[in-house]
């Protein structure tokens, strides 16, 4: 079992810039697909960006060049920076893992935490 718990929700304005955090109950860095999603009450939950056991990183164009997700092995973190928010960003935030070396967030995945809010204001 892993247990992922997110922190850094906040509220700014248009244009500013928040932190996500997710802490690992234990290491599953270089072992898991981790992600980030979000999700607005009453629509579908949408993938913001992936991290590969490679390092490799993959965005939605909505926050391509504004978020950028990032990993600490050290500390069990993994990171969501997110620069330039929208109002459209406003939305619950998701961190997730699955084993495996395919990532995507497409695929199913199994570790979910209990997800941070993140509102921007215009």
């Known amino acids: 079992q892993v247990q992922l718990v997110e922190s850094g929700r906040g509220s700014v304005q248009t244009g500013g810039s928040l932190r996500l955090y997710c802490v690992a109950s234990?290491?599953?860095?270089?072992?898991?697909?981790l992600a980030w999603f979000r999700q607005v009450q009453g629509k579908e939950r949408e993938g913001v960006a992936t991290?590969?056991?490679?390092?490799?990183?993959s965005y939605a164009d909505s926050v391509k060049g504004r978020f950028t997700i990032s990993q600490d092995n050290a500390k069990n973190t993994l990171y969501l920076e997110m620069n330039s928010l929208k109002p459209e960003d406003t939305a619950m935030y998701y961190c997730a893992a699955q084993y495996g070396q395919y990532c995507s967030w497409r695929i199913d995945f199994r570790y979910w935490g209990q997800g941070t809010q993140v509102t921007v204001s215009s």
């Open positions: 991290i590969g056991i490679d390092g490799t990183t």
């Open positions: 234990r290491s599953i860095y270089n072992q898991y697909c």
